[in-house]
């Protein structure tokens, strides 16, 4: 008689949408994931999607959104978490500018990544990297620094734009973004990456992205438009007039919804990683 296969309590909350993890490079990060169930006879390791949280840290909401997708294509979604009030309690973000007070918040992501490809099976060297609203700020600024890790980068609705201009400062623009971060623009990388931006198309109220005097704001920030849905034009143009290749979409009827624009980002998804079942 066979026994039937019991499934350890381990193994139980590291499948289909996990426990959350501490992250062991800083424990004040963590991360949740959700494993497809390919995952347990897959010959190669499964493609990866990174979906950055915004301000809200809504990371098991669009965990869980996305799982579905996780299943019928065979990748694994990871969801950092950042949390809020990191070094200073009344901080709210502090990943968006990819530095703050001496943490570099792309390294954080890098090491996540590190740590999933070791837990999990899992392609680690290139992978989708999403954002919306905080996190699309994020992930444009993410493009920048690492593009040679990403396969496919989909920009959501920022609410600040950092513009590939010399002449402008950091975050408004690019000037002396060598001597802050180390390492060179390299816009050869950045062209090679397939690049997404999405909005709805009543993403229009301004309260939040019009703030002067606030920690996230930069006197200029409004230059390159008042609305999301204007921001976001203008840095698909800047990246159009410096042959990077963009798909906008301006999702009808949707505000400032992430949850508005999924399906935008999904036929992006397919379309840039591979497939596996």
């Not at 996780?70 to 309690?89: N, Q």
């Amino acid at each position: 008689m066979t026994t039937p296969r019991v499934k350890t309590t381990k193994a139980f909350y590291r499948t289909g949408s996990t426990t959350w993890f501490a992250s062991r490079h800083d424990q004040r990060f963590s991360y949740g994931l959700h494993i497809p169930s390919v995952h347990e006879t897959a010959d190669t390791p499964l493609p990866l999607m990174v979906i950055q949280h915004g301000t809200g840290r809504t990371a098991s909401q669009y965990r869980d959104a996305m799982a579905e997708f996780s299943e019928r294509h065979g990748c694994v979604v990871l969801t950092p978490m950042f949390p809020a009030g990191i070094e200073d309690p009344e901080d709210l973000h502090n990943f968006k500018f990819i530095e703050y007070r001496g943490i570099r918040y792309d390294e954080q992501l890098l090491a996540i990544v590190a740590e999933a490809g070791e837990r999990f099976h899992i392609d680690t060297e290139r992978f989708l990297l999403q954002g919306f609203s905080g996190g699309g700020q994020f992930a444009h600024r993410f493009l920048y620094l690492h593009p040679d890790r990403l396969c496919g980068v989909s920009i959501g609705a920022p609410g600040r734009v950092t513009l590939i201009d010399s002449d402008r400062e950091w975050w408004l623009g690019t000037k002396g973004f060598e001597q802050r971060f180390g390492i060179p623009l390299r816009l050869q990388d950045i062209r090679k990456v397939p690049v997404h931006m999405v909005v709805g198309a009543e993403d229009t109220e301004t309260w939040e992205i019009n703030n002067p005097g606030d920690s996230n704001w930069m006197d200029g920030a409004d230059a390159v438009g008042h609305t999301r849905v204007e921001r976001i034009s203008a840095l698909r143009d800047n990246y159009t007039e410096l042959g990077i290749d963009v798909t906008l979409d301006i999702v009808p009827g949707v505000g400032h919804r992430g949850m508005g624009v999924l399906d935008a980002v999904r036929r992006f998804a397919e379309r840039v990683l591979p497939r596996v079942v």
